[in-house]
């Protein structure tokens, strides 16, 4: 298959996403309300001056990523559990090569993600008060982070589409995959608040992407069609 | 020109449950297979192993198309397929389905306009508000996308009217000049061309 | 034959047993006597990642070798057992803990590592049970062990070096020095070696029963 009939492809699924996603604003509502019910507990509870400055480094980054987690967790599983539910993995699995398909996936739960992440994070930053020393840094740490996310969720999802209790499993299945990838992201941003060098968490974030990305591109065609 | 699929060897089982048993057939271009049998004897899970959408527990299914051997993936996205379980987005238009499914396939989205057009559905109803009856029409629209040469048809003529039967009639046909097909049905079904019959004894 | 060999790995794991209480020395470094139960600690851990490793190749085998049910028995067979190898490590690690470092568990880099390999193993077995579909089921297994192969190094070779250790250098550290009496590497080599042939013991016994069980279920 040539390179622009699989971008092709991959941008079809993509845009169908999207066109899907705004008539009915599933992912879209579910993730506005639970990031702002999260952030408002969170806020109430720890507001700007209840913690000690010292402690606002290191407890602060576990909070904004367990908001982050959470909400995904919410919305990112649907990528081929909904094709599933809805039967119309049928008719994609007769149509998509798996590889656009997946990247096309893939690609629509990152920019959700990443829409997810523009609205939590200034939320987050102002409620908390919180100064980051190096925002390139925080810049890094959530579109890296964000990506593995992104991905992990998506491969799981299509794991996790042809099982039963799909609600539990998604979470035990997807916890040992992107623990690893939380903590290198609490880390970071826990860096890039404070200002200091980062050292090898970016090299391990970024390297922990790339097998992602790896071993998924490689499985992904098995666990479609098994 | 050529088409031909055939299969041997065909079994399937889920767990403890036996479903096929050594089942084989082969059609080639004019000819349809017909494939009979009472409700859970088999006849769609047949269909969907041919289809590649579920793996057998053995048996070899082989499907050329000008001289040429395709793969599970290649034989996947070059045959149209019409089921009880096919179903489409609901929050897309009829023409927008078939639109995105041509693209995928490399089609012009002309193509999607003629397939709706065959079948005279409205272009802009949104599958979610399709009757029954409409759906099916859809079904073979989605089948007939790029015209296939192989069509594997799972009650085909379910829920629909004298006039959709009709249709789809003579889009099976049409079909046939240049294509073969496989058809399931619980009940015998007045077919022109039937060249093989399968009797699924479950 | 059979039986002459599981004579002899019973003889290995007594003299090892013997071995690790009354001849082997007290490690430097070590509390009291506590350095004694890594005679069976360090070749548990060795037996489950083993075992884990072993369980990702013969699922790769599985998915690229025509899908014999063999190769899937013996991945699933050797990730229950590495299972139980793997909380028996953990449980042995935890009491040695308690003694060196005062607390049963405090996140350390290796106790993060083992915690991952029980959550994503233990994972794996509960996909498997969660699919209809028994065709299936060893193809989503097998591709979430080859994922779990690839993923590995990072869980368990990169993570724990980002977190400062108080886990003692392993046997051949990275200066491949050897920082051992030699009647102490004497007792865990032989222990490993104990370990590893009973692993290869049960992983046989266990995929005998899984290819009963199959045979039972097609009858």
New interface residues.
Partial sequence: MSAS?WL??AT??FV?EW??EL??RYALNTFGLFAVTTLITASVALGPASLAPVERASVLPVLLWLILLFTATAGLPRAFVFEEE???S?????????GPLFVGKAAYNLALTLALEALVVPLFLILFDLAVASPGLLALALLAGGFGLALGST?VSA??S????RGT?FA??S???L??LL??SV?LTRLAILGDAPG??VE?LL??DA??T??SM??F???W?? | MSARLSFSGISRRFGRKRVLEQVAGAVEIGQVLAVSGANGSGKSTLLRILAGLMPASSGTIEYRLEDRLLDSGERRRALGYVAPDLALYESLTVVENLRFFARLRGLPASAADDAVARVGLAPEAFYGTLSSGQRQRLRWAWALLGRPRLLLLDEPFQNLDAAGEALARRLLDEHLENGCAVVASPITLELPKVHERIHLAG | MRKALLYGLWLLMCLVIVGAFLWAPIAKGFLGESSRILFFHVPMAWTAFLAFIAAGIWSLLYLIRGRGVAHDHAALAAVELGLVFCLLATVTGAMWAKTMWGAFWNWDPRQISITFALLFYGAYLALRSSVPDPQVERVLGAAYAVFGLVMAPFLFFVAPRLVFSLHPQPVLNTQGKVEMESRMLWVLAASSLAFTCLFVWLLGLRRRMLALADRIEES
């Fill in positions: 009939t092709a492809e079809a699924v169908k066109r899907s008539r009915t809805t039967h119309t049928t008719a994609l699995r007769l149509a998509a090569s798996p491969l794991l996790i042809q099982a039963r209790g499993l035990v299945l916890l040992p995959i623990l690893p903590l290198f880390q090898q968490t391990a390297l922990y097998s992602l790896v071993a490689m499985l065609p098995v666990i069609n098994p």
